[in-house]
């Protein structure tokens, strides 16, 4: 079983829709999670960061930490074509490894 | 912003070449990490190094070899490139320090070994 689980998709919504896309993961010692955003053909962009439990909101984008579920989720709202990328959830433990563990990403097409 | 850069976009290699694949990063990062990225795999970390001269292991060494003779410079060797290698290589930095765990990545290199 991998550490990360992220559902591969592809999810195809309609422009304005709100998207939820969620990772989970098995090992409890993980306390920092962030969300990256990869175009196709170039390298992960860090979009959201998120320490231990909780909700942070950056303009369209919600990260949300649920940490007894072992669940994580971004939500995009009034999603553009734009957005339209690979997004990949990640997680690290609190040590000085400084190693990310990554979910394979999750696929998203806007549709105009 | 944090600039990190990748010598090459594209790459095609013969099997059994040495290949080269060369970062830099204009961030003062301490740490720094190579990657390949494959579908349905995910990124799978190969070699990281927290200073200068420093290595670890990543999950996938094998094949791979690294070196970093300067802080802002972290290079990636295939000693003898084989088929299996063909993938994208992507080289990331992070602090020490700040909000831990989090990296940025080049643009990535795509290595095709015929």
């Known amino acids: 079983q991998k550490e990360v689980e992220q559902d591969p998709g592809p999810l195809s919504v309609p422009e304005g829709a709100i998207v939820s896309l969620n990772c989970t993961y098995s090992?409890?010692?993980?306390?920092?999670f962030m969300w990256y955003r990869q175009y196709s053909r170039k390298g992960p962009e860090l979009l959201m960061y998120?320490?231990?439990?909780g909700n942070k909101e950056d303009g369209r984008f919600t990260a949300q930490v649920d940490k007894s579920s072992k669940y994580i989720s971004l939500f995009i709202r009034d999603s553009q074509p734009s957005d339209s990328a690979t997004y990949l959830c990640?997680?690290?433990?609190?040590?000085?490894?400084?190693?990310?563990?990554f979910g394979s990403g999750t696929r998203l097409l806007v549709r105009p | 912003d944090v600039k990190v850069t990748q010598s090459s976009r594209y790459l095609v290699k013969r099997t059994g070449e040495k290949v080269f694949l060369e970062c830099v990063q204009d961030?003062?990062?301490?740490?720094m990490f190579w990657y390949r990225q494959d579908p349905g795999l995910g990124l799978r970390l190969i070699y990281f190094?927290?200073?200068?001269?420093?290595?670890e292991k990543g999950d996938i060494p094998e094949g791979y070899s690294v070196s970093r003779e300067k802080k802002e410079r972290f290079s990636l060797i295939l000693e003898s490139a084989s088929t299996n290698q063909t993938s994208m290589y992507l080289c990331?930095?992070?602090?020490?320090?700040?909000?831990?765990?989090?990296?940025?990545f080049g643009p990535g290199t795509r290595l095709l070994v015929l």
């Open positions: 990640a997680m690290t433990k609190m040590d000085s490894s400084y190693k990310l563990i």
């Open positions: 990331a930095s992070s602090p020490t320090g700040g909000e831990s765990g989090t990296q940025y």
């Open positions: 998120t320490y231990s439990s």
């Open positions: 961030m003062d990062h301490e740490n």
């Open positions: 090992n409890s010692a993980f306390q920092y």
């Open positions: 190094s927290y200073d200068v001269k420093m290595k």
